[in-house]
């Protein structure tokens, strides 16, 4: 069993930044790919960024295109730490932010971890 403990949400004005982080403890290994997810209020939860693990410690990510440019997913290579660095935020990023584990991709029914969630809030 795995367990995602997510931290970093907050409120912020526009076109400032936030980093989230996710820790993973259980059973994961040097390997293990995780994605973000957020939900905002009314809407469905939708894909942030993913990035893929791979056993010689080589990543790779993806992002949707809503955050690309502006967002950066990234691990620690010896904890299995994860990160999302979101800059330039816009209101249209308030949402709760989920950290899933155990896959890669932007689909959410591929992830079999998740962690509690964490509310990022941005201001006009």
């Known amino acids: 069993q795995v367990q995602l403990v997510e931290s970093g949400g907050g409120l912020v004005q526009a076109g400032g930044s936030l980093r989230l982080s996710c820790a993973a403890s259980?059973?994961?290994?040097?390997?293990?790919?995780m994605g973000w997810f957020r939900q905002a209020p009314g809407k469905v939860r939708e894909f942030v960024a993913s990035?893929?693990?791979?056993?010689?410690?080589?990543?790779?990510?993806d992002y949707a295109e809503s955050v690309r440019g502006r967002f950066t997913i990234s691990r620690e290579s010896a904890k299995i730490t994860f990160y999302l660095q979101m800059n330039s935020l816009k209101p249209e990023d308030t949402a709760v932010y989920y950290c899933a584990g155990g896959n890669w991709g932007t689909s959410s029914s591929g992830y079999p971890d998740w962690g509690q969630g964490t509310q990022v809030t941005v201001s006009s």
């Open positions: 259980g059973r994961t290994s040097t390997s293990y790919s």
């Open positions: 990035i893929r693990s791979t056993s010689s410690q080589t990543y790779y990510a």
